[in-house]
């Protein structure tokens, strides 16, 4: 045997042998399907309304999943990034805790919901009384001050970037006080009963409080309001098996077009879902670079 | 050296007498109604402000008008024929009174109502203003109760009162009341003038007469299973709604004022201030019983809960 042949021989030989090693090898186990999942809920109202709110939707997706798939709120915003990893397999982020669990945590963002009208994103409201003589930014300045949660993205995230914006370095230290009220509700009723006098909510609570009872718009104005962001992010756990998050993309992405979908689309007075994406997040990418925030530093505990 | 240090302790002592004596030499007139506890809180905490600036009881001259106009204008003539250095009055009702009897002193008033503020125009005063929102009492009071007919508890005689009853007027059809004004100054038996109101709820506006008998009209409430809103508080009694500000911190916040204008500084460069610590207080232990289910945001609004 000439030695070319010899090495063509050693060469289909060794290649058989890998072969045959990697065949023997293992293949990766498929996720086990679990029997139940855990949603979280940042607190962005009354935390007893919002989870009533949302149970519907916890039922519906039980059903049409087949898997039991349970609602948990959080006391606060903050929380949601520290507990999701031990306690939950997703959570409905608003637009800056959604960039923390992009960039923390093993999420895939799914969808996010259609506002009544007809949006998909929400902006953030500087409001403040009517009758309270502050009717532009200029007029804030040592005034009472309510927010939501330093991790709130139109609660804090976006007051700051929009001090930040007029030479203000050091927001909490502009105003005589600052509330943390832990929901954008709470920031709304503040305001209206004279407990703070500027405050920083967001549009979609504010709307949906003022069209229950008009008189709000009657006290309150609007001074200042960001770009759209998106807000409420249904995120998932991508180690989650990948059947089960398009079976809970596609429920939601159809819930419109089910009656039992629509009861629950109904007691969350929204219209329906649409896929939600990475690149949903560069608004608030920006917010946070005008805020000066640098994310794996900042303290929003 | 022995002459040179008698010198020094002796010049020391008179420095010490001198400064007793110009601390003493001051008085500060008080006008606080009587029985009105929400008053000595706001008291307790600006005597407090003053104690720590060098002022103390030898300092202060104290007047318990009851609450009616010849009362708080008697105290008033009183506290300026004594020529105190400053006049302090807590609410409305003393402010304005005094400032009827034109002082010549400082006044610092803690506690009044901001609509009132242009009748401190053409007298030296500063102080510590309220403007409880007649609105969100009037919303609470709507999302926890059916109540139609709204009796507005107030004294025609005390300004304050009567601008929160109008105010109250101007909002009800917005919140689906009809208001039943009842006017105590006019009344000549509480329980037949809340008997005629046919009210099925009330609200307390911040008068220091309502203040005064507010047990008495807290109970005949109670008696009827009427829930009660104030924009009061008193020691003795609950309301199953109060909002109002906080008295302590008025009263500390009106102490750094008078303590400011007792050490020299012009009152004219002591702005007033409003914009404080206000507290919303739940009764939930009274709203059971009267079988009221208070509203969600009203119990997450709260800043104190009683059970």
Redesign the interface.
């Given at each position: 045997m000439t030695f070319s042949a010899w090495l063509r021989k050693a060469a289909i030989a060794a290649s058989v042998f890998a072969f045959a090693s990697m065949a023997a090898v293992p293949a990766p186990k498929a996720a086990a399907m679990p029997d139940e999942i855990v949603i979280g809920l940042i607190p962005e109202e009354n935390i007893f309304r919002q989870y009533e709110r949302h149970l519907p939707l916890a039922e519906y997706l039980t059903l049409k999943t087949g898997i039991k798939v349970r609602f948990t709120i959080l006391s606060r915003y903050g929380d949601i990034i520290d507990r999701f990893a031990a306690r939950m397999d997703g959570a409905f982020f608003d637009s800056f805790t959604g960039l923390l669990a992009l960039e923390k945590l093993k999420v895939e963002p799914i969808s996010r919901p259609i506002n009544i009208d007809g949006k998909s994103t929400v902006r953030g409201y500087i409001i403040a009384r009517k009758d309270g003589g502050i009717k532009t930014l200029g007029d804030i300045k040592g005034k009472r001050a309510a927010f939501v949660d330093r991790a709130a993205s139109t609660g804090y995230i976006y007051p700051m970037a929009l001090l930040r914006g007029q030479g203000v370095k050091d927001m909490e230290g502009y105003f005589s006080s600052v509330l943390m009220t832990g929901s954008y509700d709470s920031v709304v009723f503040k305001v209206l009963d004279r407990q703070a006098d500027v405050g920083a909510t967001k549009s979609n609570i504010f709307e949906r409080l003022a069209s229950k009872d008009p008189t709000i718009r009657n006290e309150i104005s609007v001074i200042a309001q960001s770009a759209p962001l998106p807000d409420a992010i249904l995120c998932l756990k991508s180690t989650l098996p990948k059947d089960l998050r398009e079976r809970i993309k596609d429920t939601l992405l159809r819930i419109s077009s089910d009656p039992r979908g629509k009861l629950a689309l109904q007691k969350l007075e929204i219209q329906g879902f649409v896929t939600a994406a990475d690149a949903d997040f560069d608004p608030i990418r920006k917010l946070v670079k005008d805020a000066g925030i640098d994310l794996e530093t900042y303290k929003y505990r | 050296m022995k002459i040179y240090s008698y010198k020094v302790v002796f010049l020391s002592i008179m420095l010490v007498v001198c400064f007793a004596a110009a601390s003493y030499a001051e008085t500060i007139g008080f006008i606080i109604t009587a029985d009105v506890p929400y008053y000595e809180k706001m008291h307790e905490s600006l005597t407090a402000v003053l104690e720590k600036s060098g002022y103390g009881k030898n300092n202060f001259i104290v007047q318990r008008p009851a609450p009616n106009p010849l009362s708080w204008s008697n105290a008033s003539r009183k506290l300026i024929a004594s020529d105190v250095s400053i006049l302090v009055t807590y609410g409305s009702s003393a402010t304005v009174y005094a400032l009827n009897e034109n002082p010549r002193m400082p006044v610092v008033y803690v506690g009044l109502h901001e609509s009132l503020l242009s009748e401190t125009k053409g007298h030296k005063t500063t102080g510590t203003l309220v403007?409880?929102?007649i609105?969100?009492t009037l919303?609470y009071l709507r999302a926890s109760s059916p109540a139609k007919a709204l009796g507005v508890v107030y004294n025609g005689f005390e300004d304050a009162s009567m601008r929160e009853m109008e105010e109250a007027k101007k909002?009800s059809a917005?919140?689906g009341f009809t208001i039943v004004p009842v006017n105590l100054s006019k009344a000549q038996n509480l329980s037949q003038a809340l008997d005629a109101s046919k009210a099925d709820a009330y609200l307390l506006t911040s008068s220091a007469l309502v203040s005064s008998i507010f047990p008495a009209i807290n109970e005949y409430a109670a008696s009827k299973s009427l829930p009660t809103v104030s924009l009061m508080p008193h020691a003795a009694s609950d309301a199953i709604i109060t909002?109002s500000a906080d008295p302590a911190d008025l009263g500390a916040r009106a102490g750094e004022k008078a303590a400011a204008v007792l050490k020299g500084t012009a009152i004219s460069d002591i702005k007033p201030s409003s914009?404080g610590k206000?507290e919303?207080v739940v009764n939930i232990r009274d709203a059971q019983k009267l079988g009221i289910r208070l509203s969600?945001?009203l119990v997450?609004?709260a800043t104190r809960i009683i059970y």
């Open positions: - | 403007n409880m929102p609105s969100s919303r909002l917005s919140y909002m914009g206000t919303l969600m945001d997450a609004e």
